[in-house]
T-cell receptor
């Protein structure tokens, strides 16, 4: 079956702009998690959605937001972009994200903020 | 604050050599996972360890979970160029959340 897909794969924006990233989970998966990966901080958890509801949230400012649609596809939005938002944004899907559910990661969206 | 510390951050070895990388924490995790990430791709799950003291083998890779469930190690025997990648450990804690370490970058030179 098809894996997790993320669009776009690469994005260049300037400070102050906003951006929307998209994630399509594996068919049948209802949980989608988002992570930010940078060389300095590694992978940091942004938020997790399950059945259109945000279940968990990491320690990121309110400029970072997300949503999930009824077909489990998810989007994340970053407003008023800062240079420090340059990172690889990864989404991961799992059946339920309970206990040892395996998370399957997409290839990520590489965001560069100039 | 990083919950999981991985060491060494970078390791370069010759093909055929053995290597061990570590994942340490002061926190207890209900389970710990190891992923490998290659350039341009997302992390791929290699193994999940659940029981303190547990050892799991995946071909030439051996994973061990510490008795107190706070640390783990990954040992690769007779490393091959295909083992090159960023190895990430992640601990499952509280409310089904995963905390990742910064990773061990392994380069195997042919």
């Amino acid at each position: 079956k098809a894996g997790v897909t993320q669009t776009p794969r690469y994005l260049i924006k300037t400070r102050g702009q906003q951006v929307t990233l998209s994630c399509s989970p594996i068919s049948g998966h209802r949980s989608v998690s988002w992570y930010q990966q940078t060389p300095g901080q590694g992978l940091q958890f942004l938020f997790e959605y399950f059945s259109e509801t945000q279940r968990n949230k990491g320690n990121f400012p309110g400029r970072f937001s997300g949503r999930q649609f009824s077909n489990s596809r998810s989007e994340m939005n970053v407003s008023t972009l800062e240079l420090g938002d340059s990172a690889l944004y990864l989404c991961a899907s799992s059946l339920t994200l309970a206990g040892e559910d395996t998370q399957y990661f997409g290839p990520g969206t590489r965001l560069t903020v100039l | 604050t990083q919950l999981l510390e991985q060491s060494p951050q970078f390791l370069s070895i010759q093909e055929g050599e053995n290597l061990t990388v570590y994942c340490n924490s002061s926190s207890v995790f209900s389970s710990l996972q190891w992923y490998r990430q290659e350039p341009g791709e997302g992390p791929v799950l290699l193994v999940t360890v659940v029981t303190g003291g547990e050892v799991k083998k995946l071909k030439r890779l051996t994973f061990q979970f510490g008795d107190a469930r706070k640390d783990s190690s990954l040992h690769i025997t007779a490393a091959q160029p295909g083992d090159t990648g960023l190895y990430l450990c992640a601990g499952l804690y509280g409310n089904n959340r995963l905390a990742f370490g910064k990773g061990n970058q392994v380069v195997v030179i042919p």
